[in-house]
């Protein structure tokens, strides 16, 4: 699942920025509502609990739990040919939400409802280091 020039990048901005750079650092950020103590992902301005405001950053614990998946068998474009069969899934984090990402460093037949996984991170560009789920 390494980087090929043509892969989709996701854009770094003000509420992204510290979530990529804990990527680059081997940390998988979550941001924590100050408030009502809701934690929530993707980065947001706001809490999608209260509204509040000042959200500050935690360091997930990396481990989950995959609530569903797909195996792609036909790549969407070239640059992601070399993957092909790869699983994309939904993983349940330990703290509560939910993320999208691959299920690597297992035969994508092997990966079931509900498998431990853990985050495992690949440096695809300066920028971006992917957040990737291994089994546990
Ligand atoms: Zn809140």
Same mark, same amino acid.
């Given at each position: 699942?390494?980087?090929k $020039?043509?892969?989709h990048?996701?854009?770094?901005?003000?509420? &992204?920025a510290?979530?990529?750079e804990?990527?680059? %650092?081997?940390? $998988?950020r979550? %941001? %924590?509502?100050? &408030?009502?103590?809701?934690? %929530?992902?993707? *980065?947001?301005?706001l809490?999608t609990?209260?509204?509040? /405001?000042g959200? !500050?950053w +935690?360091?997930?614990?990396?481990?989950?739990? #995959?609530? !569903?998946?797909? +195996?792609v /068998?036909?790549?969407? !474009?070239?640059?992601y040919e *070399?993957? #092909?069969?790869y699983? +994309? @899934?939904l993983?349940? $984090?330990a703290?509560?939400p939910?993320?999208m990402?691959?299920i690597v460093s297992?035969? *994508?037949e092997?990966?079931e409802?509900?498998m431990? #996984? /853990?985050?495992?991170?690949?440096?695809?560009t300066?920028? +971006? !280091?992917?957040? $990737?789920?291994e089994? @546990?």
């Amino acid at each position: 699942m390494s980087y090929k $020039l043509g892969k989709h990048l996701p854009p770094v901005n003000g509420e &992204s920025a510290p979530y990529w750079e804990g990527c680059k %650092q081997g940390e $998988l950020r979550l %941001q %924590q509502c100050p &408030s009502c103590s809701h934690i %929530q992902f993707y *980065p947001r301005l706001l809490c999608t609990k209260c509204s509040g /405001r000042g959200l !500050s950053w +935690i360091a997930a614990s990396g481990a989950g739990r #995959v609530k !569903s998946f797909t +195996i792609v /068998r036909r790549a969407v !474009s070239e640059a992601y040919e *070399p993957d #092909v069969p790869y699983v +994309i @899934a939904l993983i349940e $984090l330990a703290e509560g939400p939910t993320m999208m990402s691959n299920i690597v460093s297992c035969d *994508p037949e092997t990966v079931e409802m509900n498998m431990s #996984v /853990r985050v495992t991170f690949d440096p695809w560009t300066e920028e +971006i !280091s992917m957040p $990737l789920f291994e089994p @546990a």
